[in-house]
């Protein structure tokens, strides 16, 4: 156990709909970081905050958007959705900016259909 | 940008059989380099990790030297076994000045499938 917690494990939602992925991350730790791996694409690295400020960004697409609770907790929405959103999405959590050691959450499985 | 290439899989073995994967990367610093572990059904873990040029990384009998020379972080394994079967990655970690590293960039992975 990593620790690091997400939810829902499963998702399955229409075409155009909206979700929100939760994440609670590791006791501590203060960097959340979201990741989407699809089949295809692999491990694409999507966006990380830190201590409620957005310290990165990778190749997250303008129909998604994340933020970081004062309690430290994450939230990623999804809107807009399309069939090509269907992956698995992570949180990982690591105690600070430094990154290298990542602690995954056991990871979203999003369905759109 | 980074970049991470990793051998494509599934890489089939039979128990006790020696293992590698290869990794070479792209970046324009100095990486730290790292192998992580997923294994079915649960998120990625931290398998060993490599900081500086010729640093080996060890765990669980896995190993893997940073090699600045040829750009590579190949992971090996002496005698693999069945509960070794998963997809690992090879990851990247470059340092820019303003945040100290970004995040980590990961290959594409490469399953292993180890047969009794």
């Known amino acids: 156990d990593s620790g690091v917690t997400q939810t829902p494990k499963h998702l399955i939602t229409a075409t155009g709909q909206r979700v929100t992925l939760r994440c609670s991350p590791r006791s501590g730790d203060l960097s959340v970081y979201w990741y989407q791996q699809s089949l295809d694409q692999g491990l694409q690295f999507l966006i990380q905050y830190y201590n409620g400020e957005e310290r990165a960004k990778g190749n997250i697409l303008e129909r998604f958007s994340a933020q970081q609770f004062p309690d430290l907790h994450s939230e990623l929405n999804l809107s807009s959705l399309e069939l090509g959103d269907s992956a698995l999405y992570f949180c990982a959590s690591s105690l600070g900016q430094v990154t290298g050691e990542l602690f995954f959450g056991e990871g979203s499985r999003l369905t759109v259909l | 940008g980074d970049s991470v290439t990793q051998m494509e899989g599934p890489v089939t073995l039979s128990e006790e059989a020696f293992l590698t994967i290869n990794c070479t990367y792209t970046a324009t610093g100095y990486p730290s380099l790292f192998w992580y572990v997923q294994y079915p059904g649960e998120g990625l873990q931290l398998l060993l990790k490599a900081t500086k040029a010729d640093d080996k990384g060890s765990n669980k009998g896995f190993e893997a030297t940073y090699r600045k020379e040829t750009t590579s972080f190949h992971l090996e394994k002496g005698s693999v076994q069945v509960s070794d079967s998963a997809v690992y990655f090879c990851?990247?970690?470059?340092?820019?000045?303003?945040?100290?590293?970004?995040?980590?960039?990961f290959g594409s992975g490469t399953r292993l499938q180890v047969q009794p």
């Open positions: 990851a990247l970690s470059e340092r820019v000045k303003d945040t100290g590293r970004r995040a980590l960039t």
